[in-house]
């Protein structure tokens, strides 16, 4: 959602680059470009005004550190500014009474069905809390039936909502059924419109009455840019908003809204919805989402979501096998496989310090992804003999691989040359300690580097 923004922002703090020391004269452009960045990533104009006089005060103030690059002096003002901005630091959701209810509000098709169930996930995973889901959007078509296919996929129970009763009948009746389910948090998911609308706002006043939430979270599409301000200050108004959860950060949204939202309302960014899938919800961490933009990675993140998906006990077999020399293609191949967990390898790589840079620089070869699915379809048309030992892959074995992944014969000789001179690199390092530092993040020293 960032990559404009960052792009910007990461090229006019370059230009300070190996300067001595701040001045002025060399801000003022710099000053002006990040003005630009966030005006074009869709910022509210008055939190940009805000943020840019915040920027220019710490700059040019006294506490300058002297004999500092310019460059890295600016771009730290310019990240603690950002975090600032975000919020400083993680805010939880308030969990500690039994049960917590958090109604979800938001105007339709910002994916308010679906980030209930994501929400309801994460509580049970990260919380080991027992969630349970009340449907009561009797308006839009099959609302109910999505929200109770989406529960038994992830094992939630959802209460039996009937579309023909009023939504204060249904959550009444559902007070009495969350009780007999022992639920510790009850997510509603209320109902949208196209557009604020002074019904909505008083089902939701009546509804909140009903049965008191600890939570009200407003569920808003990235995409709205400055218009979310608008959103969220309307039903913060009427409501009153405990947090906000941001969907389709995936997208190509310019970012406008989780850099508005809080400065202009004063409410905090709990979650952001990064994909389709129901895990893909993450906590939102201001000082991470600031590092992103300005490309200074997020390898927290990273290892974070490798603990989570990556088998450790496969990891240290591979590294068991690496020491001893024995790695083959198949341990390859299951690193590979356990590595696309995490997502696309640009995704991964976005999360490395400087690789958003790098990235630019790459944009005219083959993609990371496309690489790593000929890799795999190469190392799929070997025999087992063949992964076990790629030595013995010649003349029309190689052939014959190439034509039943697809690929070249050259892209073939290119795989076992590089696969052969990564494991004799790796086995080395590994041999003398330095094993942990090849791969990728909470893989232990299993963590295999890809030999392109």
Not at 92 to 106: A, D, N, R, Y
Request: proline share 3%; aromatic share 4%; with cysteine.
């Amino acid at each position: 959602m960032f990559e404009k923004l960052s792009d910007r922002m990461t090229d006019s703090l370059r230009k300070l680059s190996g300067k001595g020391k701040i001045s002025e004269a060399n801000i003022e452009e710099a000053i002006k470009e990040v003005r630009m960045s966030l005006l074009e990533a869709d910022v509210n104009f008055k939190v940009v005004k805000r943020f840019i006089d915040n920027v220019k005060a710490k700059a040019l103030g006294e506490n300058v550190i002297r004999g500092v690059d310019a460059g890295q002096q600016f771009t730290k003002i310019v990240h603690d500014e950002l975090v600032d901005l975000l919020g400083n630091e993680a805010v939880g959701l308030e969990v500690t009474q039994k049960p917590t209810v958090i109604f979800l509000v938001g105007l339709q098709g910002v994916g308010k069905t679906t980030t209930a169930a994501k929400l309801a996930l994460h509580i049970r995973k990260k919380l080991d809390k027992k969630p349970v889901l009340v449907p009561v959007d009797v308006y839009r078509p099959a609302a109910i039936e999505q929200l109770k296919t989406l529960g038994r996929d992830i094992e939630v129970p959802v209460f039996d909502s009937d579309p023909k009763m009023k939504p204060k009948k249904i959550l009444k009746a559902a007070q009495k059924w969350a009780t007999s389910e022992e639920a510790d948090v009850v997510i509603v998911d209320t109902a949208g419109r196209l557009q604020l609308d002074q019904e909505l706002m008083s089902e939701l006043t009546d509804l909140k009455a009903l049965w008191k939430p600890t939570e009200v979270l407003l569920v808003a599409d990235a995409m709205l840019g400055q218009q979310s301000v608008d959103v969220a200050q309307g039903f913060h108004d009427q409501v009153g908003l405990s947090g906000l959860i941001l969907t389709k950060v995936d997208g190509d949204a310019r970012g406008g809204a989780a850099l508005s939202i809080r400065e202009a309302i004063g409410i905090p960014i709990k979650f952001l919805g990064v994909g389709e899938k129901q895990k893909d919800l993450e906590i939102f961490h201001p000082d991470r989402l600031a590092s992103r933009i300005l490309d200074m990675g997020d390898v927290v993140t990273l290892v974070e979501k490798a603990q989570e998906v990556i088998d450790q006990d496969e990891a240290q077999r591979a590294a068991d096998r690496m020491m001893k020399g024995e790695f083959t293609a198949d341990d390859f191949l299951k690193q590979i496989r356990q590595m696309k967990k995490l997502g696309s390898m640009e995704s991964i790589m976005k999360m490395l310090p400087g690789m958003g840079g790098m990235m630019k620089q790459m944009k005219n070869m083959t993609p990371p992804d496309d690489e790593i699915k000929k890799i795999e379809a190469i190392i799929c048309s070997m025999t087992l003999e063949e992964r076990s030992d790629c030595r013995i892959i010649h003349g029309s074995r190689r052939v014959r691989i190439a034509k039943g992944s697809g690929t070249r014969v050259q892209d073939v000789n290119k795989f076992i040359k590089q696969f052969q001179e990564a494991k004799k690199m790796m086995t080395g390092l590994m041999k003398m300690g330095l094993g942990g530092g090849g791969g990728l993040p909470g893989m232990g020293g299993g963590g295999f580097k890809l030999p392109f």
